[in-house]
């Protein structure tokens, strides 16, 4: 069984900065990829960065120069520094990971969620 546990998420103003994180533990796996989703009220989930394991990044235009996707897969961790954070980025922030499990294959998985709130 696999688990990604999530932190870091808070209260922040706007202009400041968090780093979230995801790690995953459990049974024996790779990492595929990961990714960060988010989902604000009464708004669908969206992705809002992404890397795979050979450090493949994208991000959603919205937070393009001001967010980073990085991972440490000798950690099993991934991040999301978010910088010159916006009211508008006030949203739960869920963590997404792809493993590869050997004798299961790839499957996805997903975290509880954090919550990130920009406000002054």
């Known amino acids: 069984q696999v688990q990604l546990v999530e932190s870091g998420g808070g209260l922040v103003q706007p202009g400041g900065s968090l780093r979230l994180s995801c790690a995953a533990s459990?049974?024996?796996?790779?990492?595929?990829?990961m990714g960060w989703y988010r989902q604000a009220p009464g708004k669908e989930r969206e992705l809002v960065a992404g890397?795979?394991?050979?450090?493949?990044?994208t991000y959603a235009d919205s937070v393009k120069g001001r967010f980073t996707i990085s991972i440490n897969n000798a950690m099993n961790t991934g991040y999301l520094q978010m910088n010159s954070l916006k009211p508008g980025d006030t949203a739960v922030y869920y963590c997404?990971?792809?493993?590869?499990?050997?004798?299961?294959?790839?499957?996805?998985?997903w975290g509880q969620g954090t919550q990130v709130t920009v406000s002054s």
């Open positions: 997404s990971a792809n493993l590869f499990r050997p004798g299961w294959g790839p499957n996805d998985y």
């Open positions: 459990g049974s024996t796996f790779s990492i595929n990829a």
């Open positions: 890397i795979t394991s050979g450090g493949s990044t």
